[in-house]
Structure formats: C-alpha cells, structure tokens
C-alpha cells in the first residue's frame, strides 16, 4: 500500500517568511496528491491540490509542487500570516477506481506575529 | 459548494449507551464517504468506507459490530458508537466524495463518562 512520509511535524516562522512543507509518497500509482489545513477542533479543509500531470499549482499565497521521479510534493506558503497557523496535512492517492487517500502525520505550522 | 456537515459537533455520553454521529453532504450526492478517528496531535486514522447502498468496508482493527455505518442515502451516512466506553473517546470525523475529490465534516468531539 501507499505510504507517505510529511516533514516537519513542527515548523515555527515569523510573520512574513515562507514555509515549507514536504511530503513523500511509495506508490508510483499515486495520481492525487491534496493538502488540507486543520485548525483547532475543527476538520480538515481542502487548500489545494495538484495531479500528476502538473508539477506546480499555485493559489495567491500557497503553490504546491510535485515531483514525480523522486515522488516528492511541497506545499509553499509565502508570507505567512498569523492566521495561516494550524496543523497542515499532505495526501497521496490514485484516482482510479476507489479512491482511498493515504496520509501524513500532520505538521504544527506556527506564525509568530 | 461542496459543503458536509455533522451532527453532534460535540456529544457526552455515558459508559454503555450508544451514540449516533450523522453525516451529510449539503451540495452534492456522494456515493462514497469515508469515518475517521483523530487522536491529539494525531494524524486521521481510516476507520471504514461507507458506499450507499452497500455494506460498509472496515479497516484492519476496527471493531463492526461496535462502529455500525449506514449510508442510506447519497447524502447522509451515520456512525453509531454502540455500548461507549471511556476509550472510545475522540474525534470522529467523516468526509464525503466528489468525483475523487475529498471534503470533510467539522468533526463530532465524543466523551464518554
């Protein structure tokens, strides 16, 4: 099966730096790699995602970028904000078939104001 | 669009009642939707798949005749937690299917007494 590996499980910024999160993944079937941001007691919500067939995406602040060969994916935040603050989850899977996403352990994203 | 919700947010139980925890997609029909069990600090632990119509899948580990899941319909599947005990205490968070895109409930916080 898939097995995804995320690091780091703690990044700590200043307010307006960048963050980075990596993510790699086992299965080169994988097509379908999400990202989600939890905040506290809250569910995971759905920030950006990228497939295969795109090595980056981006969304005003927040890209993502894959790599394929090596299978590895980053998400990129630029000038992080206070709010940008949660715990920051990566996903991979195929979305052939039944699509059951594998995860990574989640990392604790603090912005210092 | 592509709204689930839950329903408790939050429930308090006592040891060896049973809970019911819904879920339902608001703005789309979802064939499939999946339960999951976040520790603290944790990352989502798959429980089942629940697909309409059919009998649930359950993960390696996952008791089902003490998690039962109905998906009676495209937009409302449920989780009831049978004869609770104080272990059984959690997030249970559920997550609906659009095309293999994947969104999630605000979690239900379970605490059994």
């Known amino acids: 099966g898939e097995n995804v590996e995320q690091h780091p499980s703690t990044l700590s910024v200043q307010e307006g730096d960048s963050a980075v999160i990596k993510c790699t993944y086992s299965?080169?079937?994988?097509?379908?790699f999400p990202w989600y941001k939890q905040e506290l007691g809250k569910g995971p919500q759905l920030i950006i995602d990228i497939r295969s067939n795109v090595g980056e995406k981006k969304d005003q602040r927040i890209a993502v970028t894959l790599n394929k060969t090596a299978k590895h994916f980053s998400l990129h935040i630029t000038e992080t904000q206070p709010e940008d603050s949660a715990v920051y989850f990566c996903a991979a899977g195929s979305s052939g078939g039944s699509y059951i996403p594998t995860f990574g352990r989640g990392t604790s994203l603090i912005v210092h104001p | 669009g592509a709204v689930v919700s839950q329903h408790p947010s939050w429930v308090i139980c006592k040891s060896g009642t049973s809970v019911k925890i819904e879920c339902r997609s608001l703005d789309f029909q979802a064939t499939t939707m999946f339960w999951y069990r976040q520790f603290p600090k944790q990352s989502l632990m798959l429980m089942a798949t629940s697909n309409e119509g059919s009998k649930a899948t359950y993960e390696q580990g996952v008791e089902k005749d003490k998690f039962l899941i109905n998906h009676a319909s495209l937009t409302l599947s449920t989780l009831t937690v049978t004869s609770a005990h104080p272990e059984d205490s959690s997030f249970y968070i559920c997550s609906a299917h659009r095309a293999y895109e994947q969104y999630f409930g605000p979690g239900t916080r379970l605490t059994v007494t």
């Open positions: 299965d080169s079937a994988s097509n379908y």
